[in-house]
């Protein structure tokens, strides 16, 4: 069974205090790795697509990563108005395109 | 403008009634999925469905269902089975994947159910 485990949890950061999120997963076979931006009560924006190891890919103050076990979000100088829950989902190869989630991590930046 | 849209935003439920949540969607998509999100836990699938008139069961069906008549429009309904329905719900969809970069799921703004 597919396994996505995301860290923290919640991440309080001030502003300019650039960090990483992690997503960690369990899958036989990766077809890709997605992020999403949620904002409260919301649904979540498409961020990015990672198809293999050693992919990377930007967008204005973020860049996401992916090794074989896990994928990591870098936010660079952050600003308040990157708070909010960042998602990750893997889509298994094979799955007719079901993506598993998890539970995200909550990042609030503080000005 | 393309996008998804949802409806209604908010629904409240009487405990033994069914409702209906719209979803639909001009992005010429394929596939489309229902999801349900509860506070501090990951998306969990209802039901996908990738071509008109089929649909398959996701990780969570029971209490559910749902029809796919157009491929602009997968209506959810929940039923009175459905023994915890309070939740958001989320309603996405891709295009039918041809090359490795065409499996995104785009979402739409959510409907918040609350069973009184």
């Known amino acids: 069974e597919d396994q996505v485990t995301q860290s923290p949890e919640a991440l309080r950061l001030q502003e300019g205090e650039s960090s990483s999120l992690n997503c960690s997963y369990t899958?036989?076979?990766?077809?890709?790795l997605f992020w999403y931006r949620q904002d409260p009560g919301k649904g979540p924006e498409f961020l990015f697509t990672?198809?293999?190891a050693g992919e990377e890919k930007e967008k204005e103050r973020l860049k996401a990563t992916l090794t074989k076990k896990e994928s990591f979000l870098h936010i660079t100088a952050p600003k308040p108005e990157d708070s909010a829950t960042y998602l990750c989902?893997?889509?298994?190869?094979?799955?007719?395109?079901?993506?598993?989630f998890g539970s995200g991590t909550q990042l609030t930046v503080l000005p | 403008d393309g996008g998804i849209t949802q409806s209604p935003k908010y629904l409240f439920r009487k405990e033994g009634q069914n409702v209906t949540l719209s979803c639909e969607q001009n992005?010429?998509?394929?596939?489309m999925y229902w999801y349900r999100q509860d506070p501090g836990q990951g998306l969990r699938l209802i039901y996908y469905?990738?071509?008109?008139?089929?649909?398959q069961k996701g990780d969570i069906a029971e209490g559910y269902s749902v029809s796919r008549e157009k491929k602009e429009s997968f209506p959810l309904t929940v039923t009175s089975a459905q023994k915890n329905p309070t939740a958001f719900y989320l309603c996405?969809?891709?295009?039918?994947?041809?090359?490795?970069?065409?499996?995104?799921?785009?979402f739409g703004p959510g409907t918040r159910l609350t069973v009184l």
């Open positions: 996405a969809s891709s295009i039918k994947a041809r090359l490795a970069g065409d499996n995104e799921q785009f």
């Open positions: 899958v036989s076979g990766l077809r890709g």
């Open positions: 990672l198809y293999s």
């Open positions: 989902a893997v889509q298994e190869s094979g799955s007719a395109r079901q993506l598993t």
């Open positions: 992005l010429n998509h394929d596939a």
């Open positions: 469905s990738q071509i008109v008139n089929d649909f």
